[in-house]
């Protein structure tokens, strides 16, 4: 199955590119909390201000770049290859800017522009599949290119913590901005344009007839759920690394091997949940996965302990994997008809979730301490999953997987 896909124009060119910009994204990512806080000076409410401004930004762009390139004849190749050198400048930024407030700026805007990119990759990467005659693989399609996502994330905190110390944090930037623009090249010789018919009129359609979140439970309650465990997950993401480095005194290549023991259990893991989707509704995988989640934060406060926090790990994993892997599918499932909006929905979650898990996890780590923190997150998600117990129980059809 996998050997058809490779025959698909430029298929092989976003599994390469998705694995590189997993890789160099994950050089940075798991230290970059470190670097803002110890090195420039941040506070966590500031650097959890970073990157809520951050995920503002990546919002915004994200749905201008979204709604242009599907309704005007615009190249997703410029609009890609524009976007990768934006996220290069994004982390050069280091090298010349030091005061906080300007990095924060700055660094919120040209992570905005930077956004684009994996969003117009799996596009342009669908409208190949449409055109080839594997239409028929493109959920399975479009699964390897998150998987390898995933893989590339597995080795990037690896490398940046020889970067790290062999470096500094010069080495960690200069990685990542290298394999971003290894990436733009191999856009700018080796992708082939596509043919293709923007349709706009079903998209119109779907945001005048979709049904109002607000007056329908049925929608606002799983919103909701999401929101929170997303919130959850940030709360982590925030303070892991201080966590490990100032409250358990750990090295900070710690922080790293972490970040790829989870990513790389993430593989596996979606591969049986590919199985297990068949057999189990999503909600009930969704109340398995915030159970995962729950314990692991919760453990994280309980043992104190870096060994409890790499076996912890596993639970993490599958945590995400259910989260990210059946999310999109979960609203498609309340909203069969409405495949555009169900999408939309997830994604406002997920930004909402990274907005208001930045900000609180900065305030609660000050408030309560990093040693209490995570019980905050644990709390978060154990709220989330009640919320999911009481939507309704949506059945996982082989027509509702093909909108």
């Not at 940075?28 to 995920?55: E, H, I, K, R």
């Not at 005061?99 to 596009?123: H, K, L, S």
């Not at 406060?301 to 979960?330: D, H, P």
Request: hydrophobic residues 55%; contains cysteine.
């Amino acid at each position: 199955m996998f050997s058809a896909l490779l025959h698909i124009k430029n298929y092989k060119l976003f599994v390469v590119n998705m694995m590189l910009l997993g890789m160099g994204i994950a050089i940075t990512v798991p230290y970059l909390v470190l670097f803002a806080t110890n090195d420039l000076g941040m506070t966590s409410t500031q650097y959890g201000l970073l990157l809520a401004l951050a995920a503002i930004s990546q919002f915004i762009m994200n749905t201008i770049v979204a709604r242009f390139s599907d309704t005007h004849n615009i190249n997703r190749k410029l609009i890609i290859i524009a976007a990768l050198f934006m996220g290069a400048v994004s982390f050069s930024i280091y090298f010349y800017i030091h005061e906080i407030w300007i990095f924060i700026a700055m660094y919120a805007i040209f992570q905005g522009c930077f956004a684009p990119a994996m969003p117009q990759m799996y596009a342009s990467a669908r409208e190949s599949i449409n055109a080839s005659a594997s239409r028929n693989k493109a959920k399975f399609a479009n699964a390897v290119l998150r998987s390898m996502f995933s893989f590339g994330f597995l080795f990037g905190p690896l490398i940046g913590a020889l970067l790290l110390s062999a470096n500094g944090y010069s080495g960690l930037f200069g990685g990542t901005i290298t394999i971003i623009i290894f990436t733009l090249l191999l856009q700018v010789f080796f992708f082939k344009d596509i043919k293709t018919e923007h349709a706009v009129s079903d998209v119109n359609h779907v945001e005048t007839t979709a049904p109002n979140m607000l007056r329908d439970k049925s929608l606002f309650i799983p919103f909701l759920a999401f929101i929170l465990l997303h919130i959850g997950q940030w709360m982590y993401t925030l303070n892991m690394p201080l966590f490990v480095t100032k409250y358990l005194n750990e090295p900070e290549g710690f922080v790293g091997g972490l970040a790829s023991l989870c990513a790389g259990l993430e593989v596996p893991f979606m591969v049986i949940l590919g199985i297990l989707s068949a057999k189990m509704t999503t909600r009930a995988l969704l109340m398995l996965g915030g159970l995962f989640g729950g314990l692991f934060y919760f453990s994280i406060g309980m043992f104190e302990s870096l060994a409890m926090m790499f076996v912890g790990q596993v639970f993490l994993a599958i945590f995400l994997a259910i989260l990210l892997g059946l999310g999109i599918s979960y609203f498609q499932d309340i909203l069969p008809d409405f495949p555009g909006y169900a999408s939309t929905l997830f994604a406002n979650a997920m930004v909402i979730g990274q907005l208001c898990g930045n900000l609180l996890g900065g305030i609660m780590s000050q408030w309560v301490g990093l040693g209490n923190v995570f019980f905050v997150s644990a709390g978060s998600i154990f709220i989330g999953m009640v919320l999911i117990f009481f939507t309704k129980d949506q059945k996982f059809t082989e027509e509702s997987m093909s909108n």
